[in-house]
């Protein structure tokens, strides 16, 4: 028996690919109002409902947003947006899902480190320096921040700083994608109830001089080792 809702979603996809060509092909810019959603559904040969499913689809996936009263326009196609949906993958990753993540990161993570000490500019350095000097407080049991949430900020833009100083804006989008600030969170308090919270603040150190030294393998290095140590914690904290 065949399930008509598997053939308008069909529909509907196509319809979104076609629109998808459309804007790869130039035929509609970033910033440009698309045809009326009559005139998109001769041109292509679909449905007024698939079309307008199809624009909702991309919508949402940050291709196209509708103005009130002004029709539908393509985005500014910035990777950000367009890999929004995509950074809920480190937030809701459990289990074994988490761990793939993570390796994910130890393949993309390096390489980023290693650019960012060729590309990295003074203020970038600075920033991250600065960035450095929360996490090396942050967590320290006679200071103010017993939980660990400026440490746990801090961290996560640490690394978020690297990437950024790549002057990749969709390699960063996809680097944000892979990390969120609830799984920081969960390393740090697991390093600190088993007393090794000062081998991560040694690996941020041994990142940051790579990086000072504009030494592309060393930073690699130092982030590789970095990445495999949370990776191993969780392996452990999954075998627990």
Known sequence: MSD????????????ADRIKA????????PGE???TERDLSAQLGVSRSSMREAIRSLTTLGVLESRHGAGVYVTALRPADLLETFSVLAEVSQGHTLLEVLQVRRMLEPAATALAAARASDEDL????????RIEGGDDTSGADTSGADTVAADLGF??????????????????????????????????EAGLTAKLREDHLRIHEALVA????????????????VERWLSADLGD
């Open 4 to 15: 008509p809702d598997a053939g308008r979603t069909t529909v509907t996809r196509r319809a």
């Open 159 to 192: 690394h978020q700083a690297i990437v950024a100083s790549t002057g990749n804006a969709t390699l960063a989008a996809v680097n944000d994608g892979l990390s969120s600030r609830t799984f920081h969170a969960r390393v740090w308090a697991g390093h600190r």
């Open 214 to 229: 504009r030494d592309p393998d060393a930073a690699r290095a130092a982030a590789t080792v970095h990445v495999l140590r």
């Open 22 to 29: 459309m804007i790869a092909d130039g035929r509609v810019g």
């Open 126 to 133: 600075d920033r991250i320096g600065a960035l450095l000097e």
């Open 33 to 35: 109002r698309l045809p």
